[in-house]
């Protein structure tokens, strides 16, 4: 091995050095935002909570979209509020919004729990301006102040799709003209990708614009394309419900189905699936639609046929049409995780209907997070 020359060694020294130098700057600019944060940290806690000119306040206005039916299947109406009793992880629960089908929702001058919302009396006064803090992103909140329902169509056109698939856009595109005006309707294709070919409208003629403009393409991406559906309607008040059309298994998702519907639960989003008989011939998929659409107080339908796949499409829109949506602030809980609901009818000459819901929710850990970043910043103190 040869001896190195000069400008080696000097070249060696050099990156030496700026190593060195790079290392003490480091060094120090830690210890100076150290001695920064420590002293702010000191600051911001106490004054967060000795702080009384602001006030704040968690509403949290839960929605349930109730079925009620009798031993055949029909639909009982006319039900009145005092008719139903909510429990919350064995909570009893009082109503602060009522509302039965397409009819304008009825308002209860009823306050949220004591201790936790002494000014919001009742769901419009939650949502005043003067309540900078509040948070409404938690367990589906919603105001159902508007009537009808927002209804996001989802396709499946993937390569399943092949031998049904003008059938199946004629059964689409006679459920969305069959929807009453007062609905507002999306339409969403998928295979391995998620296509928004029409926002949510009233709009029927560019809804079925976007049914008759799909084509059939790659594989099935079902439970990812649901959870970015369930995330587009997750922020919209009142009523929302996704109705899926599949002809066939999930083979390209990254996401667990279970995880789509635990969204939907929280965000009190409705799942509706229609597929075809070849998705009910895999069991692991027709087991997954059902559960998957129970659990959000939706069905699944299997179709054989088209007229099936027709009458599917109807009896979603006579069950959107006959639904009882009510909403309640839930009372004093510290349970953090999973909330269960549970809804009765009052009455012996109730008692023999049979009711179709969400059974729980849980709280959206993010929004938790985000409330608390705000606190901490409203408590710092001002530049001299």
């Known amino acids: 091995m040869g001896i190195p020359n000069e400008k080696v060694l000097q070249t060696q020294r050099m990156g030496e050095q700026i190593e060195m130098i790079r290392s003490n700057r480091v060094f120090t600019f830690l210890k100076v935002c150290s001695g920064l944060l420590l002293p702010l940290a000191a600051v911001t806690r106490p004054a967060a909570q000795n702080e009384t000119s602001r006030f704040r306040v968690n509403v949290v206005l839960v929605q349930l979209n109730v ?143 976007g049914v008759r403009s799909t084509v059939a393409g790659d594989d099935a991406a079902l439970y990812n394309s649901l959870l970015l559906t369930v995330k587009d309607a997750a922020t919209l008040r009142g009523r929302k419900a996704i109705v899926v059309f599949s002809n066939g298994p999930d083979n390209a998702s990254s996401v667990p189905p279970e995880d789509v519907a635990e969204l939907a639960q929280s965000t009190g989003t409705i799942i509706y699936i229609v597929s075809t008989r070849e998705a009910e011939s895999e069991p692991i998929s027709s087991a997954t639609f059902e559960r998957m659409s129970k659990a959000t107080g939706g069905k699944a339908y299997f179709a054989r046929n088209w007229r099936e796949e027709k009458q599917a499409f109807s009896s979603i829109k006579d069950d959107l049409a006959h639904l009882y949506t009510l909403s309640y602030y839930p009372q004093a809980n510290p349970n953090r995780g999973w909330r269960s609901i549970k809804v009765q009818l009052v009455g012996k000459n109730l008692e023999k209907y049979r009711l179709r819901t969400r059974d729980g929710y849980s709280l959206l850990q993010q929004a938790e997070a985000t409330t608390e970043t705000e606190s901490e910043a409203e408590s710092d103190p001002e530049p001299k």
Do not use: C, W
């Open 67 to 209: 079925a009620v039916t009798d031993g055949k299947g029909n639909y009982i109406s006319g039900l009145r509020p005092e008719d139903f009793a909510i429990k919350e992880d064995n909570i009893q629960e009082k109503i602060a919004t009522f509302e039965e089908g397409n009819g304008l929702p009825r308002r209860f001058n009823e306050a949220a729990p004591s201790g936790e919302n002494d000014r919001a009396p009742n769901a419009v006064n939650a949502l005043e301006p003067d309540h900078p803090t509040l948070d409404h992103s938690l367990a589906g909140v919603t105001i159902p102040g508007l009537t009808g329902a927002n209804v996001f169509i989802l396709f499946d056109t993937s390569n399943y799709m092949y031998r049904s698939f003008v059938y199946a856009q004629d059964a689409i595109t006679d459920f969305v003209r069959s929807m009453p005006d007062v609905s507002k309707i999306a339409f969403y294709s998928y295979s391995r990708d998620l296509s928004r070919a029409a926002s949510l409208t009233a709009d029927r003629f560019r809804v079925v614009s």
